[in-house]
């Protein structure tokens, strides 16, 4: 009799810590995962799930709205969640086994490879998406054994911004700067002058690697052979720099934006940076510029792509797949991908955005740079260059930070890389 | 006689220079927290200055307005959150402590290591493993799974503290329950839970705290819920591409100050002794 | 000192909540079924009219919960570790046992050694260093000067930080260039440091962000551990003519050596987990000089744009090996000191 009364009351009070806690959901219920779950299907309306990588959006943001127009254009309602870009990954990953997969993602372009290579992606072709509109240097980092799987939204890369007024106080013409030999020597004449020269991010992420690429690339090595001349060279070009105090020692922790924050302060000359800094430098208090990166021996350094690809997760329910194509095509449509590109700072995936964009100034040295510039997982490399550029920024850090040469670092990158490709 | 021996200083001269001392000590450990308040201030151009201004003359106040503007509900998310972990916290290792320290289970010290193991777990690996649990059970990207994932911080915690602090209780206490006629669970909750009073303030100090700045779940779990707490909505301001660290720090010391309330009024609390309210030999 | 030593027995014997030590918790469990308890009179057996069942039906609720919430995720990591994991068996299913093959791929990996090193010195000498100021801090504030209890309070700001405030705080302050720190050091004349970017420095700044954020926990576990015991040891001493150093050396730190280890073990299995700290500072890096095994499995799941699941877990059970170890080591000790 005792017994049952403990256990009966203990029973209870298990049972209204429950009650309690699930009673939150009638102001914490939040979307319910994925598109696989949703009531609908398909044609007649129904709930579409998108997630991006924007969390700085909110929902009254232009961007959100835009999804939902093209939701509600199509019939459907749009449900979309910004997660922080560099948990996306495994969030697709996790959504992916346990399937509930999102009806549409944008995510950064060189992922694309790992998720299709995880089978957690749809191709084009099965979709029925047209890709012939978008431009092939950048549609190329989603191109895996033959097959698209996305479309870029948008694209963006490095250039070197300049400060005109610490150029002009060290005596220097931006336009002279056509390779490594006269960058370099720009950037002692204005260490002369009391200024600060170059600042740029070699933090050991993927961050790193993708400004690392540019003079990897302008020395004419290969993904493929890290331990070339030429790749050796580009790194010692960036030790040296180091070393002579053209560059601040935080380079080797410093991510974009605080590198930008460095170039901020109005005391260095020049800032690898990105597209996306267009808005940020109007502010800077300065006059600016951008010149192309250099290459060593003259001319324009390829440099990578960066930007999201929209895709289309598998789903269980392959009845969704024309919709979700309808909303892809709305979201990349020349109108709806200007109004993208231009609250992203991006430049136009397409030919008919980028002619629009042209236009622009200040716009047409990037959209020349992107026309030159090149997919980090093109040239088939896949799921191989993640592998490939772990190793690149780990020899980075360790050639920066002074624990091996450039030539050792690089050697050692190039073992690595090999094993772990083959 | 011995005080005379130790120093000269007349005591409240002592006491005087132990609060001077006292406030030096805080000061130091302060200040990094100082420095987040002063990068909160801070405009971007001057956030990598050489050298750095100690205090921001020349400031501005956008990344409290972007927190006034954007934050609120995340707070109060937070806030929820953090309540609701206590309550099933406490529901959870006030029984168990009590079973451990006092009613002595057979298998009760595998119990315990069994405890211990689980805080040797790393978050992450909790998290991935609630993942495909929480979809079965229809919690994810709600705020009751979350909740159920932030107790799992606290209660292993939680039930040491109660198991400490109930050994504590003299076994006559619960012996003059029993002779009154009263069952286990009446002496539990009649006796022996109020005379663990501080037990359960301590076990409610962590849990909070440890609610309050979770991110691993908050992240994993609760990331497309429609309210979610403050650690997540400091990402409003990491964009894929830039990250504004005047606001983040400016929602770091907005979020810290209920928070520092909280402590202060618990302190006394977690302060007074484990001899209160027992019955003493 | 006779007088003295009594004194300090005389604590631990007394019966009463006052005297008791917190933290016997997990040895009195270990000896339930045991009868007599030598060196800690006055607790007798519970009375024998309370049934296993009651006594298990109160802890029914926390074991459910532990076996699902521990036990599945334990069981999914170790399942994941003994697997060929790609991201297409992740997603797909249908990944083979590799049995321990991941495990050797992990000790062979160059890292292995460094991150060992690095775990074991970022540890113990965090634990060592947060629990000797914890401990320090707390009889410093016993002694109940005015504001203390304020200025206590405000020792634990720290923890109401979110960990990516606190470490991105500590990363700008050691900043190589524009960091407080540094521009502290120059006005001494000394050379700027380059905390976070070089390979000499990049653990030590580490271990130090890490040690402020712990030292909040010990300072509250071992103020309440002073509080449990009684004034009249300290009086009786007094009395002897004992000045505080012998007082605290005698006294205090021996009545609190069940503190002293719990709190030890607990800040060991907390500290072996951290990783935000590390990762928000220096990544593991520059090259691997900062790396320690948790960091290192999260580097392996989450660092790369291609996941290695395999590895990651494989680490990350290594990990939970080590804190086990410690576990056992600390169970034993405690079944030492019973015996004697």
Redesign the interface.
């Given at each position: 009799m005792?017994r049952s009364?403990?256990s009966r009351?203990?029973s209870t009070?298990?049972a209204l810590?429950a009650v309690?806690?699930?009673g939150?959901?009638a102001?914490?219920?939040?979307?319910?995962?994925g598109g696989a779950a949703s009531s609908d299907s398909g044609s007649a309306g129904g709930t579409y799930t998108v997630w991006d990588?924007?969390?700085?959006f909110?929902d009254s943001s232009a961007w959100v709205q835009l999804l939902k127009k093209c939701g509600t254009d199509n019939g459907v309602t749009v449900e979309r969640?910004g997660?922080?870009?560099t948990?996306l990954t495994n969030?697709a990953l996790?959504a992916a086994?346990?399937g509930?997969s999102p009806d549409v993602i944008l995510i950064?372009n060189p992922v694309i490879s790992t998720l299709a290579d995880a089978g957690a992606l749809t191709d084009t072709e099965t979709l029925g998406l047209d890709t012939s509109g978008f431009e092939e240097n950048l549609l190329g980092a989603g191109v895996v054994d033959g097959k698209t799987y996305g479309v870029p939204v948008g694209a963006?890369t490095l250039s070197l911004y300049y400060n005109k007024d610490v150029l002009d106080a060290a005596g220097v013409d931006p336009a002279s700067i056509t390779d490594w030999t006269t960058l370099t020597a720009a950037l002692e004449k204005v260490s002369a002058a009391g200024k600060k020269g170059i600042t740029f991010s070699a933090i050991g992420t993927e961050e790193g690697s993708f400004q690392f690429l540019p003079w990897f690339w302008g020395s004419g090595a290969d993904l493929t052979e890290l331990d070339s001349s030429q790749g050796v060279a580009a790194l010692s070009l960036w030790k040296d720099w180091l070393d002579k105090g053209y560059a601040p020692n935080s380079v080797i922790n410093n991510?974009?934006?605080?590198s930008w924050?460095?170039f901020?302060?109005?005391?260095y000359a020049f800032s690898e940076n990105?597209t996306?800094?267009l808005g940020?430098v109007k502010?800077?208090?300065f006059t600016w510029g951008v010149i192309p990166i250099p290459a060593e021996g003259g001319g324009v350094a390829p440099a990578p792509t960066?930007g999201?690809f929209v895709a289309a997760p598998v789903q269980s329910d392959d009845s969704r797949y024309a919709t979700t194509t309808k909303l892809i095509s709305c979201l990349t449509s020349p109108e709806n991908a200007l109004a993208t590109d231009t609250t992203l700072s991006y430049i136009g995936a397409t030919q008919a955005v980028q002619s629009e964009q042209e236009k622009d100034a200040e716009l047409k040295p990037w959209v020349e740079a992107v026309q030159g510039a090149k997919g980090r997982t093109s040239d088939n490399l896949g799921t191989d260059y993640p592998l490939i550029s772990e190793q690149m920024w780990d020899a980075v850090q360790a050639a920066l930070s002074g624990s091996k040469t450039p030539e050792q670092a690089m050697k050692d990158a190039q073992t690595a890389a090999a094993s772990a490709t083959s | 006689m011995?005080?005379a021996?130790?120093t000269a200083l007349t005591p409240a001269a002592r006491?005087?220079t132990?609060?001077a001392?006292?406030?030096v000590?805080?000061a130091i450990?302060?200040f990094?927290?100082y420095?987040?308040v002063n990068?909160s201030f801070t405009k971007?151009?001057?956030?990598?200055?050489?050298?750095?201004s100690?205090i921001p003359l020349d400031g501005t106040l956008d990344g409290y307005r972007a927190v006034l503007r954007?934050q609120l509900p995340y707070l109060g998310?937070s806030l929820?959150v953090g309540v609701?972990t206590v309550?099933?916290t406490l529901?959870?290792?006030a029984?168990?402590g009590?079973?451990?320290?006092?009613?002595?289970?057979?298998?009760?010290?595998a119990?315990?290591?069994?405890?211990?193991?689980?805080?040797?777990?790393?978050?992450?690996?909790?998290a991935?493993?609630?993942?495909?649990?929480f979809?079965k059970l229809g919690v994810?990207?709600?705020?009751?799974g979350l909740?159920?994932a932030d107790s799992?911080i606290a209660?292993p915690?939680g039930?040491?503290?109660y198991?400490?602090?109930m050994?504590?209780?003299?076994?006559e206490l619960?012996?003059a329950a029993?002779v009154d006629g009263a069952?286990?669970?009446r002496t539990?909750v009649s006796v022996v839970l109020p005379v663990s009073r501080n037990a359960t303030v301590?076990v409610s100090l962590f849990a909070f705290?440890w609610a309050?700045?979770d991110?691993i779940f908050a992240?994993?779990l609760?990331?497309?819920?429609?309210?979610q707490p403050?650690?997540m909505g400091?990402?409003?301001?990491?964009?894929?591409?830039?990250?504004e660290?005047g606001s983040?720090?400016a929602t770091?010391v907005v979020?810290?100050v209920p928070?520092?309330v909280l402590?202060?009024l618990a302190?006394?609390y977690?302060?007074a002794?484990?001899?209160a309210g027992?019955?003493?030999? | 000192m006779t007088t003295l030593e009594q004194g300090g027995s005389a604590a631990s014997r007394?019966?009463?909540?006052?005297a008791?030590p917190?933290?016997?918790?997990?040895?009195?469990?270990?000896?339930?079924?045991g009868g007599s308890r030598p060196g800690a009179g006055?607790?007798?057996?519970?009375?024998s009219?309370?049934s296993?069942l009651?006594?298990?039906a109160?802890?029914a609720?926390?074991?459910v919960?532990?076996l699902?919430?521990?036990a599945?995720?334990?069981?999914?990591?170790l399942d994941l570790s003994l697997r060929d994991y790609t991201v297409r068996s992740f997603v797909q299913g249908g990944a083979e046992f590799n049995d321990f093959a991941n495990y050797t791929t992990v000790v062979a990996d160059p890292t292995f050694w460094p991150a060992l090193w690095h775990t074991l010195v970022f540890t113990f000498v965090s634990i060592g260093v947060q629990f000797a100021l914890g401990m320090a801090?707390a009889v410093?504030?016993f002694?109940h000067?005015?504001?203390?209890?304020?200025?206590?309070?405000?020792?634990?700001?720290?923890?109401?930080?979110?960990?990516?405030?606190?470490a991105?705080?500590?990363a700008?302050?050691l900043?190589s260039?524009?960091?407080?720190v540094n521009?502290a050091l120059?006005l001494v004349g000394v050379d700027p440091v380059h905390w976070l970017t070089s390979p000499q420095w990049a653990l030590t700044s580490v271990i130090i962000a890490n040690i402020?954020i712990g030292?909040p926990f010990n300072l509250?576990i071992v103020?309440?551990g002073l509080?449990?015991i009684?004034a009249d040891v300290y009086e009786a001493a007094?009395l002897d003519?004992?000045?505080?150093w012998q007082k605290f050396w005698r006294i205090t730190f021996p009545l609190l050596r069940p503190v002293t280890a719990?709190t030890l073990?607990?800040g060991l299995?907390?500290t072996?987990?951290v990783?935000?700290i590390i990762w928000i500072m220096t990544r593991g890096g520059p090259g691997d000089s900062s790396q320690t095994f948790?960091t290192w499995?999260?580097d392996e799941?989450?660092g790369n744009v291609l996941p290695r699941f395999g590895s990651g877990?494989a680490i990350?059970t290594l990990?939970?090996l080590m804190?086990?170890v410690a576990?056992l080591v600390y169970?034993r000790a405690q079944h030492k000191q019973e015996a004697s």
């Open positions: 005792k009364i403990v009351r203990l009070a298990v810590a309690a806690t699930l939150l959901s102001c914490g219920g939040g979307s319910a995962p990588p924007y969390p700085q909110d969640t997660y922080d870009t948990d969030k996790l086994q346990q509930t950064d963006n991510t974009q934006t605080t924050q460095e901020a302060t109005g005391e990105g996306w800094q940020n502010d800077a208090g960066g999201e | 011995s005080s021996r130790t006491r005087g132990k609060t001392l006292g406030l000590l805080t450990m302060l990094p927290v420095w987040m990068v971007t151009s001057d956030m990598r200055r050489t050298p750095p100690l954007d998310t929820l609701a309550a099933l529901v959870l290792a029984p168990a009590f079973a451990l320290a006092k009613l002595r289970p057979r298998g009760g010290g119990l315990s290591f069994a405890l211990l193991v689980a805080q040797m777990i790393p978050g992450i690996i909790m991935i493993g609630f993942y495909a649990a979809i994810l990207n709600t705020l009751p909740v159920l799992t209660v915690f039930v040491l503290i198991t400490a602090f050994s504590g209780i003299p076994d619960m012996a029993r069952s286990t669970w539990f301590t705290l309050w700045s991110f992240s994993t609760a990331s497309g819920s429609q309210l403050i650690t400091i990402y409003r301001y990491i964009g894929n591409n830039n990250q660290w983040i720090m770091a979020a810290s928070a520092a402590l202060v302190q006394r977690v302060a002794g484990v001899t027992a019955v003493k030999d | 007394s019966s009463g909540a006052g008791q917190p933290a016997r918790a997990p040895q009195d469990g270990a000896r339930s079924s006055g607790r007798r057996r519970s009375p009219s309370v296993q009651t006594a298990w109160f802890a609720p926390v074991v919960y532990l699902a919430f521990y599945v995720p334990l069981y999914r990591n801090l410093f504030f002694q000067f005015r504001l203390s209890t304020t200025l206590r309070a405000l020792f634990l700001v720290p923890w109401l930080l979110p960990l990516i405030v606190s991105s705080t500590w700008w302050m900043n260039d524009s960091g407080v521009y120059s402020w030292i509250v103020y309440s509080q449990s009684p007094s003519g004992a000045g505080p719990i073990l607990l299995v907390y072996l987990k990783f935000d948790a499995a999260y799941s989450f877990s990350s990990l939970i804190a086990l576990g169970i």
